[in-house]
């Protein structure tokens, strides 16, 4: 941490500072930051979970239609090329 | 529809850039310029509880609507690289009624097992929060049933349709 870059020291002292009047966000070092930190952390496995559940079954059901079952489709006629 | 492997891939590859771009839609539609459907609303409330913890909860699903579009921004990745897979094949039939098909059917799909999953199995957040809120999920399901049956049609091929051929590669409309 201390051997960071001085640009690097820049940047987080410009965060700090644009950062301090709004103290509710979760870096802040304000009460109300504080208290957002703690919510995220609350349960954050299983909101984590709760949240990329339907993308899994999604995709689960985009593999079912992608390997052909159940569902039998009329095929688009592709023409072959003109050369062949 | 997608009887052969390249028409399942490029629809499968359509149903998942469906679910990010419907996200998307749904994301800044909903979650940021109407502000309702955040996801985590059912357990940090926004009204009905104090000014200070209302804006702690704001915040908390903030956080959690970026984790959604962070989801979202990976199914719009997958589903690129899929497009792209299916694109370099040169006689994959790149049918444009396929695809659009496929993404309405994607996005429907998904907010139809998104309102099953959050809204009703788990009930972290509902699409308005309220005592009243269940007309709006049922609502939400009903677009989904109807995005993926407008994109199913879609998706059909027409009686008689003859793809077009460009030189390089086999393309039906």
Same mark, same amino acid.
């Given at each position: 941490?201390?051997?960071?870059? @001085?640009?690097?020291?820049? %940047?987080?002292?410009?965060?700090?500072?644009?950062?301090?009047?709004?103290?509710?966000?979760?870096?802040?070092?304000?009460?109300?930051?504080?208290?957002? =930190?703690?919510?995220?952390?609350?349960?954050?496995? %299983?909101?984590?979970?709760?949240?990329?559940?339907?993308?899994?079954?999604?995709?689960?059901?985009? %593999?079912?239609?992608?390997?052909?079952?159940?569902?039998?489709?009329?095929?688009?006629?592709? @023409?072959?090329?003109?050369?062949? | 529809?997608?009887?052969?492997?390249?028409?399942?891939? !490029?629809?499968?590859?359509?149903?998942?850039?469906?679910?990010? /771009?419907?996200?998307?839609?749904?994301?800044?539609?909903?979650?940021? &310029?109407?502000?309702?459907?955040?996801?985590?609303?059912?357990? %940090?409330?926004?009204?009905?509880?104090?000014?200070?913890?209302?804006?702690?909860?704001?915040?908390?699903?903030?956080?959690?609507?970026?984790?959604?579009?962070?989801?979202?921004?990976?199914?719009?990745?997958?589903?690129?690289? !899929? &497009?792209?897979?299916?694109?370099?094949?040169?006689?994959?039939?790149?049918?444009?009624?396929?695809?659009?098909?496929?993404?309405?059917?994607?996005?429907?799909?998904?907010?139809?097992?998104?309102?099953?999953?959050?809204?009703? /199995?788990?009930?972290?957040?509902?699409?308005?929060?309220?005592?009243?809120?269940?007309?709006?999920?049922?609502?939400? /399901?009903?677009?989904?049933?109807?995005?993926?049956?407008?994109?199913?049609?879609?998706?059909?091929?027409?009686?008689?349709?003859?793809? /077009?051929?460009?030189?390089?590669?086999?393309?039906? =409309?």
């Amino acid at each position: 941490m201390l051997a960071m870059r @001085p640009w690097l020291w820049l %940047y987080v002292i410009a965060t700090l500072l644009i950062a301090s009047p709004a103290v509710a966000c979760p870096l802040c070092a304000s009460p109300t930051g504080q208290q957002v =930190r703690a919510g995220i952390a609350t349960d954050f496995g %299983y909101h984590l979970a709760a949240i990329g559940l339907p993308f899994v079954v999604f995709l689960l059901i985009v %593999y079912v239609i992608h390997s052909g079952w159940p569902l039998k489709f009329r095929r688009i006629s592709a @023409p072959s090329r003109s050369w062949e | 529809m997608a009887k052969t492997r390249d028409d399942r891939s !490029l629809f499968a590859a359509g149903m998942v850039l469906g679910v990010g /771009l419907g996200g998307f839609v749904d994301g800044i539609v909903f979650h940021q &310029l109407l502000q309702v459907h955040n996801m985590l609303s059912a357990r %940090y409330p926004k009204t009905g509880v104090d000014p200070a913890i209302a804006l702690a909860n704001v915040e908390i699903n903030m956080f959690w609507d970026g984790m959604f579009h962070a989801f979202t921004w990976i199914m719009t990745v997958v589903g690129l690289v !899929l &497009l792209w897979n299916v694109a370099q094949r040169q006689r994959a039939p790149l049918s444009t009624r396929l695809f659009v098909g496929s993404l309405l059917t994607g996005w429907g799909a998904f907010n139809l097992v998104e309102g099953i999953i959050d809204h009703h /199995l788990i009930g972290i957040h509902h699409v308005i929060e309220g005592p009243n809120h269940l007309p709006w999920d049922l609502a939400f /399901l009903g677009s989904g049933i109807v995005l993926l049956i407008v994109g199913w049609l879609i998706a059909q091929p027409r009686r008689g349709e003859a793809g /077009l051929e460009m030189p390089g590669r086999a393309v039906a =409309r």
